[in-house]
């Protein structure tokens, strides 16, 4: 019987490795243009970590979190909690007041797997530690608007505001009344969070709690000045950066830690309308984990799955990746000259593919094909006579005759043009 891969679990093969590669360097590219460093945590972390920074009655923690029980560790679910207890324990903040971190890896939830959404899956997440300026919550939202555009992707921007502990609960109340007096038209899961995670009810995507929730009170009409101000200066700060955005009061994030800015990239490229970037602040988190106090931060994460699965709609066509020789061996003495002259040229610093496999002269040039070579070298048995090698040029198909002896540098010397 074979084995599969669990349930949830994908391999990633080579021939979808070019599109991860390719997000992998865009996103390097862009996050570090922005002055971000990449930091990178272990995959295990104590339970405790995930329910203190997500929170203990959130779908996460109560359902889908990978726990070994016994041992009281958990497959980190998300990557926002482990960066701050890294930054506190490693004391990040005392060698630079703010820090601008990224990191790239896989996340572990055990859901129902669908579209895009595996219960091992990777993402990508920066984070701001040690800012509370508004322009600082512009100015990531404009990398994140940068990095779709530079992959080729159509987002659409959305933005809220949740605000803060001094204005939150105030309008948790009022959200309270509100969801009471329909609380026998709302599927199970909204029931149950009507009193412990109310501002999960307004991002129920049931049809029929969607329309219960439509006329609700917006937190947007409840914040304190000082949300207000900053909600505010956020918009600016967008509109300064020419940045399209629009306002959902109806967005909030799934994890208690989030207060003020909250933000979606959003796509209608996956069917219904879709996040495939999420993000926001929560200044009171740090302080929470044990780290210094007043110590705010803002950051957004992307599932690579779902970007892969946009690149793959659009059709985007990669060049493949291109290798500076094939060698040819032709017939056992060909292929060993090859054998030694590959190793040397690999230690030279070329990218050098041969077949080992004693196949015909035409089924390597084949492979030289799909190898996307810049140059072919054949060696076979004449060639080794006569002590002349045939270099070809895969593109324009021109050949010359190299000295066997000397053709490590003779093909270096053409790599170089």
Same mark, same amino acid.
């Given at each position: 019987?074979?084995?599969?891969?669990?349930?949830?679990?994908?391999?990633?093969?080579?021939?979808?490795? /070019?599109l991860?590669?390719?997000?992998? $360097?865009?996103?390097?590219?862009v996050?570090?243009r922005?002055?971000?460093?990449?930091? +990178?945590?272990?995959?295990? /972390?104590?339970?405790?970590?995930?329910?203190?920074?997500?929170?203990?009655?959130? *779908?996460?923690?109560?359902?889908?979190?990978?726990?070994f029980?016994?041992?009281?560790?958990?497959?980190?679910?998300?990557?926002?909690a482990?960066?701050?207890?890294?930054?506190? /324990?490693?004391?990040?903040?005392?060698?630079? #007041?703010?820090?601008?971190?990224?990191?790239?890896?896989?996340?572990? +939830?055990?859901?129902?797997?669908?579209?895009?959404?595996?219960?091992?899956?990777?993402?990508?997440?920066?984070?701001?530690?040690?800012? /509370?300026?508004?322009?600082?919550?512009?100015?990531?939202?404009?990398?994140?608007?940068?990095?779709?555009?530079?992959?080729?992707? *159509?987002? !659409?921007?959305?933005?809220?505001?949740?605000?803060?502990?001094?204005?939150?609960?105030?309008?948790?109340?009022?959200?309270?009344?509100?969801?009471?007096?329909?609380?026998?038209n709302?599927?199970?899961?909204?029931? +149950?969070?009507?009193h412990?995670?109310?501002?999960?009810?307004?991002d129920?995507?049931?049809?029929?709690?969607?329309?219960?929730?439509?006329?609700?009170?917006?937190?947007?009409?409840?914040?304190?000045?000082?949300?207000?101000?900053?909600?505010?200066?956020?918009?600016?700060?967008?509109?300064?950066?020419?940045?399209?955005?629009?306002?959902?009061?109806?967005?909030?994030?799934?994890?208690?830690?989030?207060? $003020?800015?909250?933000?979606?990239?959003?796509?209608?490229?996956?069917?219904?309308?879709?996040?495939?970037?999420a993000?926001?602040?929560?200044?009171?988190?740090?302080?929470?984990?044990?780290? #210094? $106090?007043?110590?705010?931060?803002?950051?957004?994460?992307?599932?690579?799955?779902?970007?892969?699965?946009l690149?793959?709609?659009?059709?985007?066509?990669?060049?493949?990746?291109?290798?500076?020789?094939?060698?040819?061996?032709?017939?056992? #003495?060909?292929?060993? !000259?090859?054998?030694?002259?590959?190793?040397?040229?690999?230690?030279?610093?070329?990218?050098?593919?041969?077949?080992?496999?004693? $196949?015909?002269?035409?089924?390597?040039?084949?492979?030289? *094909?799909?190898?996307?070579?810049?140059?072919?070298?054949?060696?076979?048995?004449?060639?080794?006579?006569?002590?002349?090698?045939?270099? +070809? *040029?895969?593109?324009?198909?021109?050949?010359?005759?190299?000295?066997?002896?000397?053709?490590?540098?003779?093909?270096?010397?053409?790599?170089?043009?």
């Amino acid at each position: 019987m074979k084995i599969k891969a669990l349930k949830g679990f994908k391999d990633i093969v080579p021939d979808e490795i /070019e599109l991860w590669n390719f997000i992998d $360097k865009t996103a390097r590219s862009v996050f570090e243009r922005f002055n971000f460093s990449e930091i +990178r945590m272990p995959i295990l /972390e104590a339970t405790e970590l995930f329910a203190r920074s997500i929170g203990e009655t959130t *779908d996460i923690v109560e359902k889908e979190m990978y726990t070994f029980p016994d041992k009281k560790i958990t497959m980190r679910p998300e990557a926002t909690a482990s960066m701050l207890r890294a930054y506190i /324990e490693n004391g990040l903040y005392a060698k630079k #007041p703010v820090q601008r971190l990224f990191t790239i890896g896989p996340m572990f +939830r055990h859901e129902r797997p669908q579209k895009g959404r595996l219960r091992q899956f990777h993402q990508l997440d920066v984070e701001v530690l040690g800012s /509370e300026n508004s322009l600082v919550d512009a100015e990531l939202m404009a990398m994140g608007a940068l990095f779709f555009n530079e992959l080729g992707i *159509d987002v !659409s921007l959305e933005l809220n505001s949740l605000g803060c502990p001094e204005c939150r609960p105030g309008y948790r109340k009022i959200l309270i009344d509100y969801i009471t007096t329909r609380l026998d038209n709302l599927c199970s899961d909204c029931k +149950r969070r009507a009193h412990t995670n109310p501002l999960r009810v307004l991002d129920c995507k049931v049809p029929g709690c969607r329309e219960q929730i439509k006329s609700a009170p917006s937190v947007q009409d409840h914040l304190c000045q000082g949300c207000r101000t900053h909600f505010d200066n956020v918009q600016k700060g967008l509109e300064m950066l020419n940045i399209e955005y629009s306002l959902n009061k109806f967005m909030v994030r799934g994890l208690d830690y989030y207060c $003020k800015t909250t933000f979606e990239f959003i796509t209608g490229d996956l069917g219904a309308q879709s996040a495939v970037a999420a993000g926001g602040r929560y200044d009171g988190l740090i302080e929470e984990l044990g780290g #210094p $106090k007043n110590s705010p931060g803002i950051g957004f994460a992307m599932g690579v799955e779902r970007i892969v699965l946009l690149l793959q709609q659009q059709k985007s066509v990669l060049e493949s990746a291109e290798i500076d020789l094939y060698i040819a061996g032709i017939g056992e #003495p060909g292929a060993l !000259s090859g054998y030694r002259l590959a190793h040397q040229l690999r230690k030279e610093g070329w990218s050098v593919a041969m077949d080992h496999e004693g $196949k015909s002269l035409k089924s390597q040039m084949k492979q030289a *094909d799909k190898a996307n070579a810049r140059y072919t070298l054949i060696i076979g048995e004449s060639e080794l006579e006569k002590g002349k090698g045939l270099l +070809r *040029d895969m593109k324009n198909r021109d050949a010359e005759q190299v000295d066997v002896e000397l053709s490590a540098t003779a093909i270096v010397n053409r790599l170089q043009q």
